[in-house]
């Protein structure tokens, strides 16, 4: 890492303590990169969630940061304080395009309101646009199917105004999902998948969380063939102190064997691998130590072989 950053970053954290629908919209088939053994470098991401407090701190430096590691796509979680036009020029000057952005659909359902976030969504230049949170209740997971019902409903009526904004909607799940609904052997993740229509709703894994929810991600693969177009590679720790806890840890220093996962890529319909970490930037670690996570990352996806 040069130096000159580094310290960049280093002295603002201890200061401030285009769109194409035919490609968007084309067969995983056609789409699908990792297929032959590696991970195409173009096709790693990385989550800006990772980097939110480091973000805060200093946008452009790094930005430029995550060009000097390598990469080329980041997926964002809102514009770090920006309008869309000013996230898209700092970007643009990083040589860096968000390819993916997550924005959460209006609940209750509003479609004028979800037409303004795409049109956001255009300004940046997203090709994929991915609902990121579902599943906690008033009193913790819900277990209500109809709730898991009406939301897929909603989920259909955003995909299909992104699918004529030239975007391609997803969504990305946690491991509230995973819960059983109702006393029956049907979780909220089985009728997402069930009531959404494939047309109009991909799904982005959190390999991580799939895990959490006791989800195998090649049987996920298995059920939902060439929908699964995104994925968030983030690691689960070894902690052998207390196996009680289940904390993140940076992509390929965990448990998680992504090379069996991403060897059916073609199957699953994947075409971007983004890093993420919860926890990359938070205490007791420090903002900077974001772009530590970033870095392992991409090095780790880049020589990847399976």
């Known amino acids: 890492m040069p130096v000159s950053r580094r310290n960049l970053l280093g002295a603002a954290a201890a200061g401030a303590a285009a769109l194409g629908t035919s490609s968007v919209l084309s067969s995983p088939a056609q789409a699908t990169a990792g297929s032959s053994g590696r991970v195409p470098r173009d096709h790693i991401s990385v989550q800006l969630y990772t980097l939110r407090d480091q973000l805060n701190i200093d946008l452009e430096a790094s930005l430029e940061e995550l060009a000097e590691i390598g990469y080329t796509r980041v997926e964002h979680a809102g514009f770090v304080g920006r309008t869309a036009a000013q996230f898209k020029a700092a970007l643009d000057a990083a040589g860096l395009r968000a390819t993916s952005g997550h924005v959460g659909i209006p609940q209750p359902w509003n479609a004028d309101t979800w037409k303004r976030a ?160 919860d926890d990359a930037g938070t205490p007791p670690r420090t903002p900077e130590q974001a772009l530590d996570t970033a870095r392992v990352g991409y090095d780790f996806l880049k020589g990847l072989r399976f």
Do not use: C, M
């Open 118 to 277: 795409l049109d956001d969504a255009a300004i940046v230049g997203n090709k994929f646009i991915v609902h990121p949170f579902f599943g906690l209740g008033a009193n913790g997971p819900i277990r209500d199917a109809k709730v898991y019902r009406a939301f897929a409903a909603d989920l259909n009526k955003a995909g299909e105004l992104a699918r004529r904004a030239g975007l391609s909607f997803g969504y990305h799940n946690h491991h509230l999902e995973f819960v059983r609904q109702d006393g029956t052997d049907r979780t909220g993740f089985d009728i997402l998948t069930s009531q959404t229509d494939p047309r109009y709703v991909h799904l982005e894994v959190d390999l991580y969380w799939a895990w959490r929810g006791a989800h195998d991600p090649v049987d996920l693969i298995h059920q939902n063939r060439g929908r699964i177009r995104q994925v968030h590679v983030k690691d689960l720790k070894v902690d052998t102190s207390n196996f009680t806890s289940a904390p993140f840890e940076d992509a390929g220093a965990g448990v998680i064997d992504f090379g069996r996962i991403f060897k059916l890529a073609r199957e699953a319909g994947l075409t971007e691998y983004i890093v993420e970490r």
